[in-house]
């Protein structure tokens, strides 16, 4: 007869409770990993999202950097060609008795080299400014995306 304190029933049942036991650890395993894969690819999607909306500021960026220094190294040919000046006014601070009408302001034209160094100080204050704007453009994007 058998005996419930049968060593072979209570290696069996013992079995069986184990088997148990990890077949649903097993598949509580392969359930977090198909959710992380599921996960992962949402992830993939929207960083694949991101990584193209940056490219195509960059593009823009590139091209607003290129269209400006086309300008400004027209602009500084000009000044070394002198087909432009750059003035600045001044005011006279001695008082010319032949001016009757009391006005005191004069001109003076800067030097071709102060002005070519002017532009590319400008220039320089220009690219950085579209590289912010550009920053925080694509900043407030991927803000309002989340």
């Known amino acids: ?13 013992l079995g069986l409770v184990l088997s148990s036991y990890f077949y649903g650890h097993h598949q ?20 694949k999202q991101m990584q193209d909306m940056v490219d195509s500021h960059a593009k823009e960026l590139r091209k607003a950097n290129q269209n400006a220094k086309a300008e ?6 000009d000044l070394s060609s002198g087909q432009l000046r750059f003035t600045a006014r001044t005011v006279s601070t001695c008082q010319n008795t032949t001016s009757a009408s009391g ?20 220039a320089d204050g220009d690219n950085a400014i579209r590289q912010l704007n550009a920053c925080i453009d694509l900043y407030n994007q991927v803000r309002s995306e989340q």
């Open 28 to 47: 509580a395993y392969v359930e977090q990993e198909a959710e992380v894969a599921r996960l992962n690819a949402l992830e993939r999607d929207k960083e």
């Open 1 to 13: 007869m058998f005996s419930l304190f049968n060593p072979w029933i209570i290696v069996g049942v």
């Open 103 to 122: 006005d005191t302001e004069s001109r003076a034209e800067l030097d071709p080299e102060v002005s070519q160094a002017l532009v590319a100080i400008t």
């Open 72 to 77: 400004v190294t027209k602009l500084q040919s």
